[in-house]
């Protein structure tokens, strides 16, 4: 059976997709930009809008990242000022589940899905570092084990919250008065948290907002496959895409649920050319605007956690080998060096195979699933990724904020409609109707 592809669209935002120093790139904090990008989506018939959050300015060598000084608003904000200039397309954020509590994101999410008549989505992460925990009371104590057993039950906490109201809570009508048959009252008593109250909110539009959960370790495949309606992923090729795809969906029978039940959306990227040879030689400016020189004297620091700006950005990988003791350089974003030593050994291999400076090593080593092409050809491998089980569908990063998305809408979508794998009109009202309806 021909399977229907689900598109969202992440706000570049602050991250190292986004080429804000381009003359088209505008605001990254503006609400026209975030206004111009939804349209688009919208227009595009896409599910949902994506958007990230971020607790901490990121920083390198205690500077902070040139990417990071336009800001970082708050989700829930700007998707809530979203819902009022959308009609259709979901509205999804990222809210931690280490560095907030299960009530207040509950009832933030909630209060988005019925400003939004059911289009919210929430990301469940972890948070991971305590840089980024400084900023709060708890300091980012927790170890990688315990955060996933907060966010477990901190989801489960949530759910309740959401569950408190009976369906049919209110009745009555205008004449007689409206009268609650059961007020959203809730108990929760765990490890982790202990509360009771009077929820504040009735049962949203959709029952229950969406759940995204982001993260590609053994813990974070469990616990979407246990609790999450879209796993938000990474991975470069088909093989693995398939790979994870296969790993991610067996595990959904131990928790009594179906293939169907949970999408797979790994993050992409695109560059759209006339001609094939067009798209990949501004894919290839794009990446060296993307990786500047400091930007991959940054990323190498990262792994080898020494100073290395004497270093050629074009010349070859430092002979030096990484310091494992030393203290890391980059604080707040992912790190790629869990083992350092061994992240050097396999980039100095591929520097040696395809004789690749520092920089183009950087840009290699960094680059994200991409899809390159004419229009056509980029719809037509889309559609090859998810009828062959790499994916359920895929999150697209634009490097250009807010235009970023246009093309892909107006000259994408169009094939993939003519191919009958996505929608030419949006048939239901909720995300879940877009996600899920058969």
Same mark, same amino acid.
Request: no cysteine; glycine share 8%; hydrophobic share 35%.
């Given at each position: 059976?021909?399977?229907? !592809?689900?598109?969202?669209?992440?706000?570049?935002? %602050? #991250?190292?997709?986004? %080429?804000?120093?381009?003359?088209?790139?505008?605001?990254?904090?503006?609400?026209?930009?975030? =206004?111009?990008?939804?349209?688009?989506?919208?227009?595009?018939?896409?599910?949902? !809008?994506?958007?990230?959050?971020?607790?901490?300015?990121?920083?390198?060598?205690?500077? !902070?990242?040139d990417?990071?000084?336009v800001?970082r608003?708050?989700?829930?904000?700007?998707?809530?000022?979203?819902?009022?200039?959308?009609?259709?397309?979901?509205?999804?954020?990222?809210?931690?589940?280490?560095? #907030?509590?299960?009530?207040?994101?509950?009832?933030?999410?909630?209060?988005?899905?019925?400003?939004?008549?059911?289009?919210?989505?929430?990301?469940?992460?972890?948070?991971?570092?305590?840089?980024?925990? *400084?900023?709060?009371?708890?300091?980012?104590?927790?170890?990688?084990?315990?955060?996933?057993?907060?966010?477990?039950?901190?989801?489960? /906490?949530?759910?309740?919250?959401?569950?408190?109201?009976?369906?049919?809570?209110?009745?009555?009508?205008?004449? *007689?008065?409206?009268?609650?048959?059961?007020?959203?009252?809730?108990?929760?008593?765990?490890?982790?948290?202990?509360?009771?109250?009077?929820?504040?909110?009735?049962?949203?539009? *959709?029952? *229950?907002?969406?759940?995204?959960?982001?993260?590609?370790? @053994?813990?974070?495949? =469990?616990?979407?496959?246990k609790?999450?309606?879209? !796993?938000?992923?990474?991975?470069?090729?088909?093989?693995?895409?398939?790979?994870?795809?296969?790993?991610?969906? +067996?595990? &959904?029978?131990?928790?009594?649920?179906?293939?169907?039940?949970?999408?797979?959306?790994?993050?992409?990227?695109?560059?759209?050319?006339? /001609?094939?040879?067009?798209?990949?030689?501004?894919?290839? =400016?794009i990446?060296?605007?993307?990786?500047?020189?400091?930007?991959?004297?940054?990323?190498? $620091?990262?792994?080898? +956690?020494?100073?290395?700006?004497?270093?050629?950005?074009?010349?070859?990988?430092?002979?030096?080998?990484?310091?494992?003791?030393?203290?890391?350089?980059?604080?707040g974003?992912?790190?790629?060096?869990?083992d #350092?030593? =061994?992240?050097?050994?396999?980039?100095?291999?591929?520097?040696?195979?395809?004789?690749?400076?520092?920089?183009?090593?950087?840009?290699?080593?960094?680059?994200?699933?991409?899809?390159?092409?004419?229009?056509?050809?980029?719809a037509?491998?889309?559609? @090859?990724?998810?009828?062959?089980?790499?994916?359920?569908?895929?999150? &697209?990063?634009?490097?250009?904020?807010?235009?970023?998305?246009?093309?892909?809408?107006?000259? %994408?979508?169009?094939?993939?409609?003519?191919?009958?794998?996505?929608?030419?009109?949006?048939?239901g #009202?909720?995300?879940? $109707?877009?996600?899920?309806?058969?």
């Amino acid at each position: 059976m021909t399977k229907q !592809i689900k598109l969202a669209a992440h706000f570049p935002g %602050v #991250n190292n997709t986004t %080429v804000w120093s381009d003359p088209r790139s505008g605001s990254q904090i503006d609400f026209a930009s975030f =206004e111009h990008m939804a349209r688009t989506a919208e227009r595009g018939k896409f599910d949902f !809008i994506f958007l990230a959050e971020g607790l901490r300015l990121r920083e390198h060598a205690g500077k !902070i990242l040139d990417s990071d000084v336009v800001g970082r608003p708050n989700t829930t904000t700007v998707l809530a000022a979203l819902s009022a200039v959308t009609t259709k397309l979901g509205l999804a954020g990222t809210l931690s589940s280490t560095f #907030n509590e299960p009530y207040e994101v509950a009832r933030q999410v909630s209060t988005l899905d019925h400003l939004s008549g059911g289009r919210a989505a929430w990301n469940v992460v972890t948070s991971p570092d305590a840089f980024t925990g *400084q900023n709060f009371r708890r300091g980012g104590f927790l170890k990688r084990e315990d955060r996933y057993q907060r966010a477990e039950e901190f989801l489960t /906490t949530v759910r309740e919250l959401w569950d408190s109201w009976a369906p049919d809570a209110f009745v009555g009508d205008k004449e *007689q008065g409206v009268f609650v048959r059961e007020v959203g009252r809730f108990v929760h008593s765990g490890p982790q948290f202990d509360i009771e109250g009077e929820f504040t909110l009735p049962r949203t539009p *959709q029952g *229950q907002p969406i759940v995204i959960q982001a993260g590609d370790s @053994d813990e974070g495949r =469990e616990f979407a496959a246990k609790s999450a309606d879209v !796993i938000f992923s990474r991975h470069g090729t088909l093989e693995d895409g398939q790979a994870f795809f296969a790993d991610v969906k +067996r595990r &959904l029978a131990a928790y009594g649920r179906s293939h169907e039940d949970l999408l797979i959306m790994p993050a992409a990227t695109f560059v759209l050319g006339d /001609t094939e040879e067009e798209a990949h030689e501004y894919a290839r =400016e794009i990446r060296y605007q993307q990786v500047r020189p400091a930007t991959a004297i940054q990323f190498l $620091e990262q792994v080898w +956690r020494r100073d290395l700006s004497e270093y050629d950005a074009d010349g070859p990988l430092p002979e030096v080998d990484p310091d494992p003791d030393a203290e890391p350089l980059t604080w707040g974003r992912v790190q790629h060096d869990k083992d #350092n030593l =061994e992240t050097a050994r396999k980039w100095r291999a591929l520097a040696e195979e395809k004789k690749l400076s520092i920089r183009e090593l950087v840009i290699e080593a960094t680059t994200r699933q991409q899809f390159i092409g004419t229009p056509r050809q980029v719809a037509h491998t889309v559609n @090859d990724y998810v009828q062959s089980d790499a994916s359920d569908g895929f999150v &697209l990063v634009p490097h250009l904020t807010p235009g970023g998305l246009d093309e892909f809408a107006d000259k %994408v979508v169009p094939h993939l409609q003519e191919l009958g794998v996505f929608r030419t009109d949006y048939t239901g #009202n909720t995300l879940r $109707e877009h996600l899920f309806s058969r």
